[in-house]
């Protein structure tokens, strides 16, 4: 036993083929560097239903809430495409977003140096871009109510309701400054305070948590839409960037485009402080179950790969290690190593699943 929990879902699809190669590197931080985990593993989405008829059983949820972070590989799949709502892949993924209460989103967008070209845009802009979006997961205009289709008159009206309370607003926040501090300390918060009173809020709030706890980190304030401008135009100038339910769907979308290969993006999804001050967390990456692919050896793991390393750094506060862990995926990249999706035009032969899972665990032990 370590005092480093880890539960292990590695859904459909191509979760657990990118999941193994997980598994490979966290064997190696126990081996070479005495940094080891205590790691369970559990159903999740289809595989779960398959076996219990739920995508996430009670005990599973039980599990997630009592370690002290949680690797989600993928749910979803076509052959549950047609099951009811309720017992849908996504709805153990969203149970455990939920009931963990994990209302900060963390995407970064960061450019591998051998990938500049995959990006749709010029190498120089996206070149060294290493940027952070926090977006807050749990409320705003998805949850809000009033909503639902209504008839008035001889017509359909459909309501949704941006709602944001100054707690949610605050904690978000907070989480956003935290990250800054351990990055380059700025912090641009992204709403739209011209037309809407939960960005006037919004905009409050973050100012004044700034003021009151976090005069130290860079601030800034910008609508949502020039935002959206200015990570096409200039994506450098940003640091961490934090916004609301919505917005950050959409702009973590736009800026993960700019580094090319959904196989690359990882993501994190975390909560309040636990007992042993760890945040409650999820680390997943941003890709789905590639149902295309699966059982090819052609699922790129480093999403996956990544999404571990921000979890050394935020749950287990190892940064180091996970830089250690990111030097090595950048080191094989620039060795020319390439799953199928990153092939770019000058072609080549690509490596499978495995070969760049070994390709990682050989440069970190260099
Ligand atoms: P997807 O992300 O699974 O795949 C989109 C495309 O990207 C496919 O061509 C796929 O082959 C490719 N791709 C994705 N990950 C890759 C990787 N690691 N390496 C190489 N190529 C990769 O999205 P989709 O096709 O829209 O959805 C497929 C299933 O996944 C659906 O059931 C969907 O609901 C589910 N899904 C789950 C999640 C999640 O678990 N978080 C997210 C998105 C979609």
Known sequence: MTDRSLLILPGDGIGPEVMAEVRKIIDWFGTARGISFTVSEGLVGGVAYDAHGTPLTDETMEQAQNVDAVLLGAVGGPAYDNL??????????????????????????????????FSSLKREIVSGLDIMILRELTSGVYFGEPRGI????????????????????????????????????????????????SGILWRDVVTEVHAAEYPDVELSHMYADNGAMQLVR?????????????????????????????????????????????????????????????????????????????????????????????AAVE??????????????PEGGTPISTSEMGDAIVAKLAA
């Open 234 to 326: 200039a994506p450098k100038q940003f640091d961490v960037i934090l916004t609301d339910n919505l917005f950050g769907d959409i702009l973590s979308d736009c800026a993960a485009m700019l580094t090319g290969s959904l196989g690359m993006l990882p993501s994190a999804s975390l909560g309040a402080p636990m007992a042993n001050g760890r945040p409650k967390a999820m680390y997943e990456p941003v890709h789905g179950s590639a149902p295309d692919i699966t059982g090819q050896g052609k699922a790129n793991p480093i999403a996956c790969i990544l999404s571990f390393a921000m979890a050394l750094r935020y749950s287990f506060d190892l940064g180091d290690e996970a830089k250690r862990l990111e």
């Open 150 to 197: 209504h008839r008035e008159g001889n017509e359909r009206v459909g309501i949704n309701t941006q709602r944001y309370t100054e707690s949610e607003i605050a904690r978000a926040a907070r989480s956003a400054f935290e990250l800054a501090r351990r990055r380059s300390n700025k912090v641009c918060s992204m709403e739209k305070a011209n037309v809407m009173e």
């Open 331 to 344: 080191g094989v990249l620039a060795d020319g190593a390439r799953t199928a999706d990153l092939m770019g």
């Open 84 to 117: 009811d709502f309720s017992v849908k892949p996504e709805r153990g993924l969203l149970r455990l977003r939920k009931e963990m209460d994990l209302y900060a989103n963390l995407r970064p967008a960061q450019c591998f140096e051998a990938l500049a070209d």
